[in-house]
């Protein structure tokens, strides 16, 4: 099976527990890293890649029109849900995938994807096509999970992602596929200056990034 639809699959499988099982496994931190990611945005027109079921967008929507968008119908359906309960109306859930979006040339103010990046085909292809569809001097966000960098807390952080977490997404979301994936993704994953330059090859300008809760998780910031 090709690693896109295995992607598709196995998060249309966990659907119904995702939302709780990443507030639980990152002990509530997610918020905080996606409250830090959207300030990297500016105002106007927010496209959120990989939206999942639309977190980042609702986020963004506090500041900003924002287009939920995602390969996989069932996150899809959940992130509708949840806009509609939430009474928010400034958010467009669209079915797009992240290697080739529908959206025109310059159309959005800036494009994020939080930890979707990984779970792309083609990384490159996929940061290629969130600068194209941003207008010039439009920011390109990305937050993604990183191996810590200190040596004791990482040993111990690695006890707790590679043993105890995938234990529990397992009970909680019948799916051991999916949080056995989690880990082996993250540890496949470019370093922190190999991504920054992938995001470079990829035509974005001006690359930063900040590690958060002792490196954890980056956030990659760049402008077109």
Not at 16 to 28: E, I, K, T, V
Not at 81 to 107: P, R, W
Not at 109 to 125: H, P
Not at 168 to 183: M, T
């Amino acid at each position: 099976m090709q690693k896109k639809e295995y992607i598709r699959k196995m998060f249309a499988g966990i659907s119904p527990r995702y939302d709780f099982l990443n507030h639980l496994l990152s002990l509530g931190r997610d918020r905080y890293w996606r409250r830090f990611a959207v300030s990297k945005l500016p105002s106007g027109l927010i496209l959120d890649v990989c939206s999942g079921t639309g977190d980042v967008a609702i986020e963004a929507s506090n500041k900003s029109n924002a287009i939920a968008s995602d390969f996989c119908e069932e996150m899809l359906q959940l992130c509708t849900q949840k806009i509609k309960m939430h009474g928010i109306t400034n958010i467009y859930c669209v079915q797009n995938d992240a290697e080739n979006l529908s959206f025109k040339d310059g159309t959005f103010n800036g494009a994020i994807v939080a930890f979707g990046i990984r779970n792309v085909s083609d990384i490159e292809k996929a940061l290629f096509e969130m600068n194209r569809v941003v207008k010039k001097k439009g920011r390109v966000v990305i937050l993604e999970f990183s191996q810590p960098e200190n040596p004791f807390f990482r040993s111990v952080y690695y006890f707790y992602f590679k043993r105890i977490l995938p234990f529990i997404g397992a009970v909680i979301s019948k799916n051991s596929g999916a949080y056995d994936y989690l880990p082996s993704s993250v540890m496949l994953f470019p370093e922190r200056n190999e991504f920054a330059e992938l995001m470079k090859k990829s035509g974005i300008r001006n690359v930063e990034f900040y590690n958060l809760t002792y490196g954890i998780v980056t956030v990659y910031v760049g402008v077109k």
